[in-house]
């Protein structure tokens, strides 16, 4: 086998809620959105939507991370993709680090549409200056792993990149630079040919998707969630690879505009991702609530 450079957990979509009080607050909604997701919700069978989850969402996210604790190998960090919380207001964190801080390994978090930036970067970060986006990039273990925040200056909780984060992309990715690249982001770059996640597409994905491939066979995979559902897309040459969600799991496909009648397994899960020298290893974890 070649040599092991990274490996990690991704995990996406906890939702977790202060006191577990899922409250989609209004205000963070526009009228357009909140007509298409009610007449977008009619042509869903219940399994298929997390606005009421079977089971708490402290209960769900406390047993990942115990799933996440027993694994039988070391990982280096977990990877979180975003919608860490429901609509919270930012000091609302406090109650994620009440669940995360139990993980043995570090995590690190990207703002999803549902997620404040403020909230993660001073809460969850501990930081005091707080920047416009949680945009990232790190080395670990001579990988380079880059988050990019989609969430903050999202469209109708859809994706969105500014002019800024663009051109840091661009700069990462047209650097002469060896490295392998994990590059994290919430939403998905693509349409997905399902009318219900493609009015949460990104606006401005295909200009990243191309930016990205600019780094060529450096990137390793592109790490998402805000579909709720284990699915894998290669485009160009580029995995887009999606976390299962730890409460419930979405039913939407290319060409599926009505999922009843077509289940997809419920159980919660995570994903293992192993970077080797010249491979991408991608392994589903599901377990029982």
Known sequence: MSEVLLTFV???????????????????????????????????????SHANPPVLPSVANRKLVAEINRLPFDVDFVLHTGDIMTDPEPDEYTAVKEIMDELRVPIHYLVGNHDSTEGVQRILYGSDDIKPTHDFAIDVNGVLVVGLDSGTNGIDHGGNFSDEQLAWLDEICSANDTRPMVVGIHHVLQPLENKLMDFFQTQNGEEAHNILKKAGNRVRGVFSGHIHQAIDIVEDGILYSFAPGPITQGNLFPGQENTRGHKVDPAPGFSVVMITVNRTYVRRYTYTL
Do not use: C, P, Q, V
């Open 10 to 48: 991704h995990i996406s979509d906890t939702h977790i809620a202060m006191n577990d009080n899922t409250t989609f607050r209004r205000e963070h909604y526009s009228e357009r959105i909140l007509k298409w997701m009610e007449e977008a919700r009619a042509g869903m069978d219940e399994e298929s």
